[in-house]
Nanobody, 119 residues
Framework: QVQLAESGGGLVQAGGSLRLSCAASGSTFSPYVMGWFRQAPGKEREFVGSIIWTDRVTYYADSVKGRFTISRDNAKNTMYLQMNSLKAEDTAVYYC????????????WGQGTQVIVSL
């Protein structure tokens, strides 16, 4: 089993920055892909970006491309989401997720961390 815990959310003004962390624990931590998703009030959960753990290749939704950066620290079993030039529409609960090898879809999810971007 793997447990994921997000942190780093909070209130920030538009144009500001935040860095979210996703710390993983558990005896079977061996991700193929880890991703960030978000869910705004009244909307469905949407993909933000992901990283292939071994080779660090990253993918981003068009809405965040050029503003958000995903990285990871293998020694700390932690993934990060650096968010710059934040906009009001980035306000959401942000979730990290893990996809194991040979699994379709993400099989582990964190509890989420709230990000509020004020005008």
């Amino acid at each position: 089993q793997v447990q994921l815990a997000e942190s780093g959310g909070g209130l920030v003004q538009a144009g500001g920055s935040l860095r979210l962390s996703c710390a993983a624990s558990g005896s079977t931590f061996s991700p193929y892909v880890m991703g960030w998703f978000r869910q705004a009030p009244g909307k469905e959960r949407e993909f933000v970006g992901s990283i292939i753990w071994t080779d660090r290749v990253t993918y981003y939704a068009d809405s965040v491309k050029g503003r958000f950066t995903i990285s990871r620290d293998n020694a700390k079993n932690t993934m990060y989401l650096q968010m710059n030039s934040l906009k009001a529409e980035d306000t959401a609960v942000y979730y990290c997720a893990l996809r194991s090898r040979s699994v379709v879809g993400y099989d582990y999810w964190g509890q989420g961390t709230q990000v509020i971007v004020s005008l």
